[in-house]
């Protein structure tokens, strides 16, 4: 019968030394131990918590100030555009209700509708948005609302949609905001 084969005399390998197991009370580099991560766990589970590390999906929601969902020069400035109601309450429909290219499809009677007021009025109120380039007609009942408006300022969708629209609609259609004379210097 065959013997098996023997390995030379090596000299042997040391296993590497671990650190001692940190105190119940201890944290290591700012991380609970295992014996509180259980703890933790156990106490969730007893209040009827569940444990999971794949966490529902949360609604997008504004935390803090700092978010702009519109460019904030020209927010902040609105006032000096000296919109009618009519035309501040078409302005909010369309930033609130347009597609990713900034198209809104509605009709002038349907605003009417909505806002309880006559077409024309409807019409004078988008009149006065195309004067201020907020929006402009792009065919019949089809308007554009001006991307530097509709989008958070550099946001991925704004600056796709420039990209698309090109510098020449930017250009035709550029917001200017009104300087305000001062009443006492008449």
Request: proline fraction near 5%; glycine fraction near 6%.
């Amino acid at each position: 019968m065959a013997q098996p084969l023997r390995r030379s005399a090596e000299a042997p390998v040391q296993a590497p030394r671990l650190s001692p197991a940190p105190r119940p009370a201890d944290t290591v580099n700012g991380l609970e131990s295992a014996r509180q991560l259980l703890r933790s766990l156990e106490r969730l589970a007893r209040k009827g918590g569940t444990f999971s590390t794949n966490p529902d999906a949360k609604p997008y929601a504004f935390y803090g100030g700092q978010h702009l969902s519109m460019s904030k020069v020209i927010q902040d400035n609105l006032w000096k555009f000296n919109l009618s109601a009519t035309s501040r309450n078409v302005l909010d429909h369309m930033a609130a209700h347009h597609d990713d290219q900034a198209l809104v499809e509605v009709t002038q009677s349907s605003l009417a509708a909505k806002f309880g007021c006559s077409q024309s009025k409807v019409s004078r109120a988008i009149g006065q948005l195309s004067k201020h380039n907020f929006a402009w007609k792009e065919r019949r009942g089809l308007y554009r609302i001006n991307p530097l408006y509709a989008y958070r300022w550099g946001s991925a969708r704004q600056i796709r949609l420039l990209k698309v629209l090109g510098e020449k609609t930017l250009t035709e259609h550029e917001i200017v905001i009104p300087s305000v004379r001062n009443e006492a210097t008449r």
